[in-house]
């Protein structure tokens, strides 16, 4: 092990953004915690990779698959399932191989999470799982227990970035879809509810494409479940959270809440009377919207779209701030400017957001 992590010192390549690697198991008696890791890992990642890999459900319907969550700056990958050879694990039910790395890509990380899980049920030895994390980590390939090989080659970000699944938040959502659109792009605290957790994820990763031009993904944190999660938010400002909890009455979380069962927007009192009434801007994205949604447009076509109406509206910022002395949008001279007040909150609200408002009091 001494000399494993020489070689992450030394010889960190193909895979650099790889951190660590940990196991959890879940025992007959329905206990589980984490078994495994390297290097070690703090105690609060061990106790989110344990609660939220699903090896503590009583139920094997979150086995076989995989979910994935932000932990402070890392994104951390699970792959959960069942062993298959009892022999090798005779007191084990469930077990979950977590990834931890740098940068977000879901398909590279829980594939790499499969197959090292794969190896790790058909030994029942970490030593094997170590032997793949260190491969993965220099040379960016795996040879697992079944073919083909693991190649991290085969992954690009571009595609990680694109595989985004906006025409079925349309498809569930309709015209309240451009609210979840402006509470992207002004920056606001949007919180997704659904009881599903692959849906909700799926939901979750297309939301910061809806302002592609800032490609920040970190705004992420899809799976919020219990009151340490939902007490971190409190310091990131905006985010974009989901949840399996209902959460429409806690208020303090979110400007607008998403309750994807029941296809519903809902935004709080308090953002709903300032910049985040609808205006012109809204509806002519909504129709947008609409049209991608009766012409069955593709993922591509959606976000191309919406990136291309947010540039004009950015660009239309950009030529207001520049008529000001100070190079900065001014709210006190938009409302001089425009007779529609809604008009004049929502555009500074954009501008603040993007840096180009001069203060956020008039």
Not at 33 to 54: C, F, H, I, Q
Not at 185 to 203: A, E, I
Not at 223 to 245: I, K, N, P, W
């Amino acid at each position: 092990v001494c000399h494993a992590k020489h070689l992450i010192g030394v010889m960190a390549g193909k895979g650099d953004h790889l951190v660590s690697v940990s196991i959890a198991e879940r025992d007959v008696n329905g206990d589980g915690m984490l078994v495994w890791s390297y290097p070690a890992t703090d105690a609060e990642l061990d106790r989110a990779a344990v609660n939220k890999s699903g090896v503590l459900s009583a139920t094997s319907e979150q086995q076989k698959q995989g979910i994935w969550f932000r932990h402070a700056s890392s994104w951390i990958y699970i792959y959960t399932t069942q062993p298959e050879d009892r022999g090798s694990f005779p007191l084990t039910t469930a077990l979950a191989v977590s990834l931890q790395a740098k940068d977000f890509d879901p398909e590279k990380y829980l594939r790499a999470a499969e197959v090292l899980s794969d190896v790790y049920d058909a030994s029942g030895n970490p030593v094997r799982v170590l032997e793949g994390f260190l491969s993965i980590l220099t040379v960016g390939k795996f040879h697992g227990r079944v073919p083909p090989a693991y190649d991290i080659s085969h992954y690009s970000p571009a595609k990680a970035l694109a595989n985004s699944h906006l025409p079925e938040l349309i498809a569930t959502l309709g015209d309240d879809t451009v609210l979840v659109w402006a509470a992207v792009l002004l920056k606001k605290r949007l919180l997704v509810y659904s009881d599903q957790p692959q849906l909700l994820l799926r939901t979750m990763r297309g939301l910061p494409a809806l302002a592609l031009h800032r490609q920040d993904w970190t705004i992420l944190r899809p799976l919020c479940s219990d009151d340490e999660d939902f007490a971190s938010l409190a310091s990131q400002g905006c985010y974009c959270a989901g949840t399996t909890v209902p959460s429409h009455d806690r208020s303090e979380l979110f400007d607008v809440y998403v309750d994807l069962p029941r296809g519903t927007v809902t935004v709080s009192e308090a953002s709903g009377s300032g910049d985040m009434s609808l205006t012109n801007i809204h509806r002519d994205v909504a129709a947008f919207l609409a049209q991608c949604a009766e012409t069955k447009a593709s993922n591509q076509d959606v976000i191309e779209g919406v990136a291309e109406k947010t540039k004009q509206l950015i660009g239309k910022l950009a030529i207001l701030a520049e008529q000001e002395e100070s190079g900065k949008i001014g709210l006190t001279s938009l409302k001089q400017q425009l007779p529609n007040p809604a008009l004049a909150h929502f555009l500074f609200g954009a501008a603040l957001a993007e840096g180009l408002a001069a203060t956020a009091d008039e």
